[in-house]
């Protein structure tokens, strides 16, 4: 008899110490999401932290925890990063194609193919050769008064909302065409 409540208390004490380590691992995944999601703005990588949070607290085991955690912090990552590096782009096509990338990643699951480092890695493709031919194109149009500088001459040349400035020029000409 004492043997048998010699056991019954050891497995109470740690089951009891199994769900404060519980309770810490979903503690600790949900501080991890928060800092994955600061700044952001976003309603859907909002959602989905607060979707991952929700499934880390309804989690029994450790493992689980850290899966939800993992998969959701790489989907947040890979979102934030994308609407980051977008920023400025206007081109409607371009920006559609991200769109589509931004959603694969936002709907896809645990065994979507192609994964989301792989969709991030094309959508980030698209935007650094998107962003390096607009450069190029600049470049070549206006060459070194498209360079900025500081301490130089400037003009600047503004048409409703579209302004721009070029410096550098060796003459400025008012011209009635």
């Known amino acids: ?23 810490d691992c979903k503690n600790i995944a949900v501080t991890e999401i928060d800092g994955a999601i600061e700044d952001v703005t976003d309603e859907d990588i909002l959602a989905i932290a607060s979707q991952a949070k929700t499934d880390i607290n309804a989690a029994s085991t450790k493992e689980a925890i850290n899966s939800i955690k993992t998969f959701a912090t790489a989907k947040i990552n890979a979102l934030v990063l994308i609407q980051t590096t977008r920023q400025g782009i206007q081109n409607e096509e371009i920006n559609s194609w991200i769109d589509g990338a931004f959603n694969d990643i936002k709907n896809g699951g645990n065994d979507a193919t192609p994964g989301i480092d792989e969709i991030k890695n094309q959508i980030l493709t698209v935007i650094k050769f998107f962003k390096e031919g607009k450069a190029e194109a600049k470049k070549e149009l206006l060459g070194d008064m498209g360079e900025p500088c500081t301490d130089c001459t400037a003009v600047e040349v503004t048409d409703g909302t579209t302004t721009v400035t070029l410096y550098k020029p060796t003459n400025v000409s008012y011209i009635k065409k």
């Open 1 to 23: 008899m004492k043997k048998l409540l010699l056991v019954i208390l050891a497995l109470t004490l740690s089951a009891g110490m199994w769900a404060d380590e519980l309770e």
